[in-house]
């Protein structure tokens, strides 16, 4: 199975644009999660949601809006890049319903520069 | 915010030796996740830990859920070349979000 995949890998943005981090996950995980890395702050949380239909905002949710159509895929939008933006996205799920409820898995992460 | 602290932030070993770090909270966890990164992947994770006290291994990997509740360790033991990466912990306690470390860069000389 893929696990969880993130499209783009890599992508330079003009300040002002939008543009949407697609991430999509095959194990019908029901909660999904997306963190921006940055050097010397590890991973952030931006928005999540424990399932689909439901969003929540987590630490640093502020410039970034996501969706939760279905199970597998949750969307992150930027709706107006800026340069603090530029970061590692990555793109995590977790089954909340079982034994191991709390593990995260991760996507491979999309590279984004604003510039 | 919550904060979650490791230590070391980098750290060079020589192949075969063993490895600790650890990682410190100020606030209590009921789950410490470590994951393993290496260069333009995302985390993968290693071990997950559920209870004070608790001693999990997976392969030359072992970590520890502190009896406190606001610490855990990671140990490798008989490092090789392949377990360069950053280490991260992650800490959650019940009806939040996990919370992620900096860090822990390894390097390992042969």
């Known amino acids: 199975t893929a696990g969880i995949t993130q499209a783009p890998t890599s992508q330079i943005l003009a300040a002002g644009r939008s543009m949407t981090l697609r991430c999509t996950q095959d194990?019908?995980?029901?909660?999904m999660y997306w963190y921006r890395q940055d050097l010397g702050l590890g991973l952030r949380l931006i928005h999540y949601?424990?399932?689909?239909?439901?969003?929540g905002k987590g630490e640093v949710p502020d410039g970034y809006s996501v969706s939760r159509a279905n199970t597998d895929d949750f969307p992150l939008t930027l709706a107006s890049a800026v340069p603090s933006q530029t970061s590692v996205y990555f793109c995590a799920s977790s089954d909340t319903g079982g034994p191991v409820y709390n593990e995260q898995f991760f996507g491979p992460g999309t590279r984004l520069t604003v510039l | 915010g919550q904060q979650l602290n490791q230590s070391p932030q980098s750290m060079f070993i020589q192949e075969g030796e063993d490895v600790s770090m650890n990682c410190t909270s100020s606030s209590i966890f009921n789950t410490w996740l470590w994951y393993k990164q290496e260069p333009g992947e995302g985390p993968v994770l290693l071990i997950a830990l559920y209870k004070a006290g608790e001693l999990t291994s997976n392969g030359r990997l072992t970590a520890q859920f502190g009896i406190t509740r606001k610490d855990s360790f990671l140990n490798i033991s008989a490092s090789i070349p392949s377990d360069v990466g950053i280490y991260f912990c992650?800490?959650?306690?019940?009806?939040?979000?996990?919370?992620f470390g900096p860090g822990t860069r390894l390097s390992v000389l042969p």
């Open positions: 194990m019908r995980h029901n909660a």
């Open positions: 992650a800490g959650k306690n019940y009806g939040q979000n996990f919370v």
């Open positions: 949601s424990n399932t689909a239909g439901t969003t």
